[in-house]
């Protein structure tokens, strides 16, 4: 491995929504910036792992942080989107009440978000639920036209993308092994490199507590709480045009299991919110999804489970132990010299990511001089999506690039096209994952069964990867171990 000492002003640790977000935001100063990551890919955890949804910020603490980065990033995230060419609907959420305790919770509620600079809140009576959602049950509610949905890989990796043209580079497959003071800044051991750097900022979610004790900054103790979630058909234009919630109880872990509209089209069931001790098990469990199944009916008795097409699982870093619940406020702080921490960036850690960021930029200013840099530029082009065009722009697109007109995709209608662009991504991704979320193939009903094959031949075919060297999310998940004959 090359050991060879890598000099920056300021390392990042972790590729999730807000260590990208900070990358981004730090690349508008005259300064040499890395991050480095563990996994292949950034949104490799909780940031590629959740409901999607861009939070209004009535949910939390008048007076909070987690508060005030919220509302600040919701009233910020659509100009951030059409900049990063990222998908964003406003789409407004709906909460339901089932009883005389829920409505209480709606009122109280609303006061908070209120409080918090939340526009627009509206508690609903039975009658006008129905006007606006007929489909679900509940004998009241509580609208907020401010939430909306977005992609959450994509925000990252439009963050990442944009970051890296402007300068900052990415290391991934690169986990951290040892922070060390050394003069002038930290010394920082990732992926068997060496690394130098007159700041570190820790943005490593679940491992915050971990790469801060790496730092010799005790205290932080993270619980992962793992949340379960079906996965839908493209089925919610007809039938869930917003995000619908139950109600919060006190003492859960999360929001309680609700039904979310995706940006492509799908709906999503969940998340359950379960204290576990690993910082790795995304497993879905047939109890929890059951029992997730029955809840979700309560709220949209039209569902059924010839439906669903998927499932998958996340983990939130939360800081509340089991037994008390809830949510405590986001930390943001400079422990040591030249040394931030965030700790504890679960929900609504990817609508507040920009502000956040702005936090970390704030911070990292004690130690660093922040001259502007004239050249930044804010803007990054995403994929040409050949679904999403009109019958002329399509002829045009497969007029200029032949392999427009080649649907790797059947699902989704994917082209060769869109599947290159995905490949020759900015951070060098090779990964059937990492193709995945950024062009959209396998997603659809059939999971992939007839176009992973084909995307694996072009990688070995048109990119030079040996068969074994194709993996679904890097190390350890190669999707061929050797040939039948030769």
């Known amino acids: 491995m090359n050991r060879a000492n890598q000099s920056f002003d300021v390392l990042i640790v972790g590729g999730g929504a807000v260590g990208c977000a900070i990358a981004r935001e730090l690349a508008r100063y005259r ?43 919701n009233q910020g995230f659509p100009a951030l989107c059409q900049e990063l060419d990222v998908p964003f609907r406003k789409t407004g959420k709906i909460l339901v009440a089932f009883d005389e305790t829920d409505l209480a919770t709606l009122r109280r509620l609303k006061a908070q978000g209120e409080a918090n600079g939340c526009r627009g809140l509206e508690l609903l009576d039975r009658a006008q639920l129905q006007a606006k959602l007929p489909q679900v049950g509940g004998i009241g509610g509580f609208f907020s036209p401010e939430t909306g949905i977005c992609d959450p890989f994509l925000y990252t990796v439009a963050l990442a993308e944009n970051a ?7 290391f991934l497959n690169h986990p951290v092994t040892a922070i060390a003071a050394a003069a002038g800044g930290y010394q920082v051991t990732a992926g068997g490199e060496d690394f130098s750097a007159r700041v570190v900022v820790n943005a490593t979610g679940l491992y915050s507590g971990q790469v801060a004790a790496l730092a010799g900054v005790q205290g932080y103790h993270i619980y992962p709480c793992r949340g379960e979630y079906f996965i839908l058909d493209q089925i919610a234009e007809g039938l869930l045009p917003l995000p619908v919630y139950p109600a919060p109880r006190a003492g859960e872990g999360g929001l309680g299991i609700h ?44 569902l059924t489970r010839k439906q669903i097409i998927g499932a998958y699982a996340g983990l939130r870093p939360k800081q509340a132990p089991p ?66 065009q009109s019958p002329e722009a399509q002829a ?20 060769r096209a869109e599947l290159r662009q995905a490949v020759e991504n900015p951070l060098g ?3 059937l994952a990492g193709i995945k979320y950024r062009a959209w193939a396998t997603t659809g009903r059939c999971h992939g069964g007839y176009c992973l094959p084909k995307i694996a031949q072009m990688l070995v075919e048109d990119y030079g990867l040996a068969p074994e060297e194709v993996t679904y999310r890097g190390a350890g998940s190669p999707l061929f171990t050797g040939r039948v004959k030769e």
Do not use: W
Request: proline share 6%.
């Open 396 to 415: 045009a697109l497969i007029a200029a690039d032949p392999d427009y007109g080649e649907v790797v995709c059947r699902c989704q209608t994917v082209t």
């Open 429 to 431: 991704v090779r990964t």
């Open 259 to 302: 039904l979310t509209p995706t940006v492509h089209g799908n709906i999503l069931l969940g998340p359950s919110a379960e204290y576990i001790d690993s910082l790795e098990d995304t497993a879905s469990t047939q109890p929890v999804l059951d029992r997730l199944f029955q809840e979700a009916q309560q709220l949209l008795p039209s």
């Open 164 to 170: 890296v043209a402007n300068g900052v580079a990415f």
């Open 323 to 388: 037994g008390e619940g809830g949510y405590r406020d986001f930390v943001v702080r400079e422990d040591k010299p030249g040394f931030v921490d965030l700790i504890g960036i679960e929900s609504p850690g990817l609508t507040a990511s920009l502000p956040l960021a702005r936090e970390v930029v704030a911070l990292v200013g004690h130690t660093l001089d922040l001259a502007p840099r004239e050249d930044f530029q804010p803007r990054r082009q995403g994929i040409r999506r050949f679904r999403d």
């Open 31 to 73: 300064l040499s910036i890395a991050l480095v990551e563990k996994e292949a890919d950034v949104a490799a955890g909780t940031s590629g792992r959740n409901s999607a949804v861009v939070h209004a910020g009535f949910n939390n603490r008048p007076g909070s942080l987690m508060a005030k980065l919220c509302v600040a990033g």
